[in-house]
């Protein structure tokens, strides 16, 4: 069965801080990994994606990782900020692995503290 | 338009009542999902539309809820007999195509039965 599992659930972290979230998945066929940031209220939005040939990438403050033969994937925030507060989903692309070609995380929830 | 767009923002509603929750995806796109986010949680898939047809809704937890999307644009869920259980945030998302991972999210529905 796919599925996404991400750890931790939850986590609080002080200001300036940096801290790492995993994904892992059992997703097969892969296509592609993306991190969603979900700010309280608001719908999830994009941070980045992965593909099976990139190991790294960043966008600004966040890095993202991608070990396709382990299946799992990280996201690095550096230099945390109060508005990092958010949840962070990791969401797997399969599109011929079935009808529904996204499998989701359950996320998780940061709270970043002054 | 520029964006997703969801409506209503809220709805509260008295259990046994019939409630539509609508979304607008971004003009184009031709798949669309529907999701349901309870507090704390991830979201979980209900229903996966590409074009006007319904691809996957495998995540519709009983027969009261419904989803059309008659003319490959616009999309409408339908809860019949609303029970307290229902009360979430109903997220729609829109993507270019199947599969292509990045999900364009609108703000939500929030739905209340009391």
């Known amino acids: 069965k796919n599925q996404v599992e991400q750890s931790p659930q939850s986590l609080i972290i002080l200001e300036g801080k940096n801290c790492t979230l995993q994904c892992n998945y059992t997703v097969s066929p892969f296509s592609n990994l993306r991190w969603y940031k979900q700010d309280t209220g608001r719908g999830p939005v994009s941070l980045t994606i992965?593909?099976?040939?990139?190991n790294t990438k960043s966008n600004g403050r966040y890095t993202a990782t991608l070990d396709a033969d382990t299946k799992q994937s990280s996201l690095h925030i550096t230099a945390s900020q109060l508005s990092d507060s958010a949840s962070y989903i990791c969401?797997?692309?399969?599109?011929?692995?079935?009808?529904?070609?996204?499998?989701f995380g359950k996320g998780t929830r940061l709270s970043v503290i002054a | 338009g520029a964006g997703v767009s969801q409506t209503p923002s809220n709805k509260v509603t008295e259990k046994g009542k019939y409630v539509e929750l609508r979304c607008d995806p971004i003009?184009?796109?031709?798949?669309l999902y529907w999701y349901r986010q309870s507090l704390g949680q991830g979201p979980e898939f209900l229903i996966y539309?590409?074009?006007?047809?319904?691809?996957?809704d495998s995540g519709l937890p009983n027969d009261r809820f419904f989803a059309v999307r008659p003319e490959g644009s616009v999309s409408t869920l339908k809860i019949q007999r609303t029970e307290r259980g229902d009360s979430a945030v109903y997220l729609c998302a829109s993507s270019p195509n199947r599969g292509s991972g990045e999900l364009f999210f609108g703000e939500g529905s929030r739905l209340t039965v009391l």
């Open positions: 992965m593909t099976f040939s990139e």
């Open positions: 539309f590409q074009g006007t047809g319904a691809a996957d």
């Open positions: 969401v797997v692309s399969a599109p011929d692995s079935g009808n529904t070609p996204l499998v």
């Open positions: 003009s184009g796109h031709t798949a």
